[in-house]
């Protein structure tokens, strides 16, 4: 088997945490929102498009639990800009950044990442492309 690339995530939300999801992953990060069908009632998940080929789908459910250090710690998101322009453009976003490291190892070498938190407890790194 040859995997290429990691197709998507699938992460639960509260019931009542759509509007934040759309608010932080499609406007303070960029991302696109694909929920068309999960507004027409059609499936039970909405998307946010990170990449041609790869999606977080977000499940809503009234019986969240926030994530903990030992059930989850995050999604590596590899994004175009530079380390200086990620941290303008959350700042400018008002996104709080929790953490900068300037060479974390990944799937594709070392490069800058900034981890941020989502809405509901999810930790992002948004990390250079090598």
Same mark, same amino acid.
């Given at each position: 088997?040859?995997?290429r690339h990691i197709d998507h995530v699938n992460l639960r939300i509260p019931a009542e945490g759509v509007d934040e999801a759309r608010e932080f992953y499609g406007d303070a990060l960029g991302f696109g929102i694909e929920d068309a069908l999960y507004a027409a009632g059609e499936k039970p998940f909405f998307d946010v498009r990170i990449s041609e080929t790869g999606v977080i789908h977000l499940w809503p459910t009234a019986s969240f639990e926030p994530p903990? +250090? &030992?059930?989850?710690?995050?999604?590596?998101? !590899?994004v175009e800009e530079p380390i200086d322009a990620i941290e303008s453009e959350l700042?400018?976003?008002?996104?709080?950044?929790e953490k900068i490291l300037d060479s974390p190892l990944g +799937? &594709?070498?070392?490069?800058?990442?900034?981890? !941020?938190?989502?809405?509901?407890?999810?930790?992002?790194?948004?990390?250079?492309?090598v």
């Open positions: 088997m040859i995997a903990t +250090a &030992t059930n989850y710690d995050h999604v590596a998101v !590899v700042d400018a976003a008002g996104v709080d950044v +799937a &594709t070498g070392e490069a800058g990442a900034v981890y !941020v938190r989502d809405p509901f407890g999810y930790r992002v790194e948004l990390k250079e492309r």
